[in-house]
């Protein structure tokens, strides 16, 4: 049984159906994760967990009771905002405590709890300062030893990171993981960073028009995605339209108008369909000034395209391409700048050979 049950929930706003009769299961103790574009709904299933909204239909069942019905200050959930809306007139210890009074809970036993929030977020001597007087990452932990303070069994996290900058962000991601593991508590966050959401998060819910298209681990939503859609959203991807045109010992060949025939290996489940799109990621596309060797067996048939670099962009610790072939398509191929030098480069426009395995392709029929 897990320990949160989302039952064919719906909620419209006027016209517009937000969430379309979506289900979902998370266990307890799981740091999960909502992904999406803007508009998918994934704001509006946070806000009924909460219970800021209330479902038009369907159930919510947290420990096997149904709380859609329930007021949010009744529940044992809380919710941290992206704004992190701390009382500016208060300073740290009477904001965490604030959930605490409202709960009618002994002065003594507000102090010890205060305290305990204090020293798990390190916010250690700055107790008497006003929000104003915070750094944004100090608000951000203030925000969320109120969202912690009143231990509940859930605590659901709305773009908690979206104000820091990109080193903050990255090292309070990594505060936030060490939290949860600590506590043992289930966290939901919601947010439109795919990086975040692999980086935390254990499990990935993609939405997309108030339904929810694939529930995977990080690397299966990103090597297995369940349709071309997901293919698109999660991380970069170059895509071939094509038919099948043959199947042997467990690999396709697919006929592409843009990279000629491609070998591919099939995965489970079989594909069924005739059209279809080959998905290779660029991290698995290689370059080579002349072509690799010769195939090593039926898995690893290697696909060959010929073409002009055109774009080179150098990352850091990568060096993104895009190969103009032949037939004037692009592929995009990411390389690990493995040498400090730039001996192993390319310049743009230098040909050279785009190439990857059947193993490395996808098909996707969706």
């Known amino acids: 049984m897990p320990l949160l049950r989302v039952e064919g929930v719906a909620k419209s706003f006027g016209n517009f159906r937000a969430v379309d009769k979506l289900s979902l299961d998370i266990r307890a103790g799981e740091f999960f994760a909502l992904l999406g574009p803007s508009g998918c709904g994934k704001t ?48 740290v210890r009477d904001n965490i405590a604030f959930g605490l009074k409202r709960a009618g809970m002994a002065r003594g036993d507000i102090a010890a709890r205060v305290a305990e929030m204090v020293a798990l977020v390190k916010l250690e001597g700055m107790e008497k300062r006003k929000p104003d007087q915070l750094s ?137 369909r005739q059209v279809v799109a080959v998905a290779i990621r660029p991290e698995k596309v290689k370059l080579s000034r002349r072509a690799p060797a010769t195939d090593g067996g039926a898995s690893q048939a290697i696909n060959r395209l010929d073409g002009v670099v055109t774009d080179v962009n150098y990352l850091g610790g990568v060096t993104s391409y895009r190969v103009k072939l032949e037939t004037g398509a692009v592929v995009r191929a990411s390389m690990a700048n493995t040498a400090r030098l730039d001996v192993d480069a390319y310049l743009a426009g230098q040909r050279v050979v785009a190439w990857f395995t059947a193993d490395d392709c996808l098909v996707l029929e969706q």
């Open 136 to 272: 944004g990452g100090q608000r951000q932990r203030v925000a969320l030893a109120r969202s912690l303070a009143r231990r509940p069994q859930v605590l659901l996290l709305d773009e908690p990171l979206a104000a820091l900058d990109k080193k903050l962000r990255e090292s309070t991601q990594g505060e936030l993981m060490e939290l949860q593991r600590r506590l043992g508590m289930t966290f939901i966050i919601v947010t439109h960073d795919q990086e975040e959401a692999m980086t935390m998060a254990g499990r990935i819910g993609v939405m997309d028009a108030g339904r929810l298209v694939q529930v995977a681990t990080p690397r299966n939503l990103y090597e297995a995605p369940a349709s071309r859609w997901i293919a698109e959203f999660v991380g970069d991807i170059n895509l071939f339209n094509g038919e099948v045109t043959s199947r042997e010992n467990g690999r396709l060949t697919v006929a592409t108008a843009d990279a000629g025939r491609l070998a591919v290996s099939e995965l489970w489940p079989p594909v069924t």
């Open 44 to 91: 509006t299933l946070l806000r009924m967990l909460a219970g800021f909204e209330t479902p038009d239909e369907g159930r919510i069942l947290l420990g096997g009771s149904d709380i859609a019905q329930v007021l949010p200050h009744e529940r044992p959930v809380n919710m941290m905002f992206q704004n992190y809306a701390l009382f500016p007139h208060l300073s």
